[in-house]
């Protein structure tokens, strides 16, 4: 039930259990960091105590132990969420700047990972103030690690430019299919002429405009960071809570990218899928050798195509019968979600301890990965995710899909 819950329930930050076996009552409690539990209480020996839990949670109201996550809400327009945070004062500036709040209507769903711990991913199809068409992404990075808004800070920071590769990558000149012509421009030129959201834009990423640390009231009332850990401090009689020692620390984190598209695998000939597949790897590329960030979770949900708006004539288009047999759709490929990503500038101090971590999509996951985590031999000593293994990761992108 926990797990459903906070699968289909966008507004719930965590979940209680009551489990009663005969007059033994057990209670617990589920975040995406981790649950505790209460110690067994006989009800036949605390029957003041079971009145009093009945109490709260039947007169409460609002329900807090239901703990509705107060920033998302319903009203005639559907259903909204409230960003209080950073970002852009309006979406197309390229500073950003702390804003008092942006709402955004949530269309629909786009992805909803399956599970009870770990970052709880939900992306969501949204439209902003200005009518305009945003990706939400509302997740639980752990605090140990570099968050989506630290990464896409890093990908449009232009001080981080290496000069050597300060131009566009892509040149006719030198660019062929297997040393045949590419008479379909498709590996010249995979990213066409789309509009660029702003100047800090980098080309085949998606350009964060806001986000949202989520903050709520500790004990004493001040707004602090919501983790898991606050989460499991509630409610106040914790006393009784024995805690998971396995759990996590995490935050939550909600942020909002410019650029709409729909996963790969909605390709409709192989051409269009090798140009949405070139402009992915063009982005991995920009990220990599032009701001040294690493993506390091290559997979069919991670590379998109692009499109102008959500409608049906974008997301499956028609092939107009008036085009000859060179015309397919032109749809531009982008390399997105990087929550996973590693800042691997040597200047820097800010990259992912991989010490006992590896990171991936199976079965997108390069075979030394899997090999590690499997403890075989012939992987060798553990050295962290590199470029070679998103590129690995591509290789059977292309296969499988």
Not at 97 to 116: D, E, H, N, Q, S
Not at 227 to 244: M, N, Q, R, V
């Given at each position: 039930?926990?797990?459903?819950?906070?699968w289909?329930?966008?507004?719930?930050?965590?979940?209680?259990?009551?489990?009663?076996?005969?007059?033994?009552?057990?209670?617990?409690?589920?975040?995406?960091?981790?649950?505790?539990r209460?110690?067994?209480?006989?009800?036949?020996?605390?029957?003041?105590?079971?009145?009093?839990?009945?109490?709260?949670?039947?007169?409460?109201?609002?329900?807090?132990?239901?703990?509705?996550?107060?920033?998302?809400?319903?009203?005639?327009?559907?259903?909204?969420?409230?960003?209080?945070?950073?970002?852009?004062?309006?979406?197309?500036?390229?500073?950003?700047?702390?804003?008092?709040?942006?709402?955004?209507?949530?269309?629909?769903?786009?992805?909803?990972?399956?599970?009870?711990r770990g970052?709880?991913?939900?992306?969501?199809?949204?439209?902003?103030?200005?009518?305009r068409?945003y990706?939400?992404?509302?997740?639980?990075?752990?605090?140990?690690?570099?968050?989506?808004?630290?990464?896409?800070?890093?990908?449009?920071?232009?001080?981080?430019?290496?000069?050597?590769?300060?131009?566009?990558?892509?040149s006719?000149d030198?660019?062929?299919?297997?040393?045949?012509?590419?008479?379909?421009?498709?590996?010249?030129?995979?990213?066409?002429?789309?509009?660029?959201?702003s100047?800090?834009?980098?080309?085949?990423?998606p350009?964060?405009?806001?986000?949202?640390?989520?903050?709520?009231?500790?004990?004493t009332?001040?707004?602090?960071?919501?983790?898991?850990?606050?989460?499991?401090?509630?409610?106040?009689?914790?006393?009784?809570?024995?805690?998971?020692?396995?759990?996590?620390?995490?935050?939550?984190?909600?942020?909002?990218?410019?650029?709409?598209?729909?996963?790969?695998?909605?390709?409709?000939?192989?051409r269009?899928?090798?140009?949405?597949?070139?402009?992915?790897?063009?982005?991995?590329f920009?990220?990599?050798?032009?701001?040294?960030?690493?993506?390091?979770?290559?997979?069919?949900?991670?590379?998109?195509?692009?499109?102008?708006?959500?409608?049906?004539e974008?997301?499956?288009?028609?092939?107009?019968?008036?085009?000859?047999?060179?015309?397919?759709?032109?749809?531009?490929?982008?390399?997105?979600?990087?929550?996973?990503?590693?800042?691997?500038?040597?200047?820097?101090?800010?990259?992912?301890?991989?010490?006992?971590?590896?990171?991936?999509?199976?079965?997108?996951?390069?075979?030394?990965?899997?090999?590690?985590?499997?403890?075989?031999?012939?992987?060798?000593?553990?050295?962290?995710?590199?470029?070679?293994?998103?590129?690995?990761?591509?290789?059977?992108?292309?296969?499988?899909?």
């Amino acid at each position: 039930m926990a797990v459903l819950c906070l699968w289909k329930q966008v507004n719930r930050c965590y979940f209680i259990t009551l489990s009663l076996c005969g007059s033994q009552l057990l209670i617990l409690q589920h975040t995406r960091g981790g649950s505790r539990r209460s110690p067994v209480i006989d009800i036949d020996k605390h029957p003041a105590l079971f009145t009093s839990l009945l109490l709260v949670i039947s007169l409460q109201n609002p329900p807090l132990w239901l703990d509705y996550d107060p920033y998302i809400t319903d009203d005639e327009t559907g259903r909204q969420v409230r960003l209080y945070g950073r970002g852009a004062e309006h979406l197309a500036d390229i500073v950003m700047k702390p804003v008092a709040a942006t709402t955004f209507t949530l269309i629909r769903p786009i992805f909803m990972a399956y599970g009870l711990r770990g970052r709880g991913t939900r992306v969501w199809l949204v439209k902003g103030p200005d009518d305009r068409h945003y990706i939400l992404k509302d997740c639980w990075p752990s605090t140990s690690q570099a968050s989506d808004v630290t990464i896409h800070h890093l990908l449009q920071d232009r001080s981080r430019e290496d000069p050597l590769f300060a131009l566009e990558v892509r040149s006719s000149d030198d660019e062929a299919v297997f040393g045949e012509k590419d008479e379909y421009h498709i590996f010249d030129n995979p990213l066409f002429d789309e509009p660029v959201f702003s100047t800090t834009t980098l080309r085949g990423t998606p350009t964060l405009v806001c986000w949202d640390e989520v903050h709520r009231p500790d004990a004493t009332g001040t707004l602090v960071p919501e983790t898991t850990s606050l989460l499991l401090g509630h409610p106040p009689s914790s006393h009784l809570f024995s805690a998971d020692e396995h759990a996590e620390d995490r935050q939550h984190l909600r942020v909002a990218f410019a650029e709409c598209g729909i996963s790969i695998a909605w390709f409709s000939c192989a051409r269009e899928f090798f140009n949405a597949m070139m402009g992915a790897v063009v982005g991995h590329f920009n990220g990599y050798v032009r701001r040294k960030v690493l993506h390091c979770d290559i997979s069919d949900t991670n590379v998109w195509m692009r499109i102008p708006r959500p409608e049906p004539e974008f997301i499956v288009p028609d092939w107009p019968k008036d085009k000859g047999p060179g015309w397919y759709p032109k749809r531009t490929g982008l390399l997105g979600d990087w929550g996973y990503g590693e800042d691997v500038d040597s200047n820097t101090s800010a990259q992912r301890d991989d010490s006992c971590v590896t990171v991936g999509t199976y079965p997108f996951q390069a075979t030394q990965l899997m090999a590690w985590e499997a403890g075989l031999d012939w992987a060798g000593p553990f050295t962290g995710h590199s470029v070679q293994h998103d590129l690995e990761a591509f290789v059977w992108l292309i296969v499988t899909t």
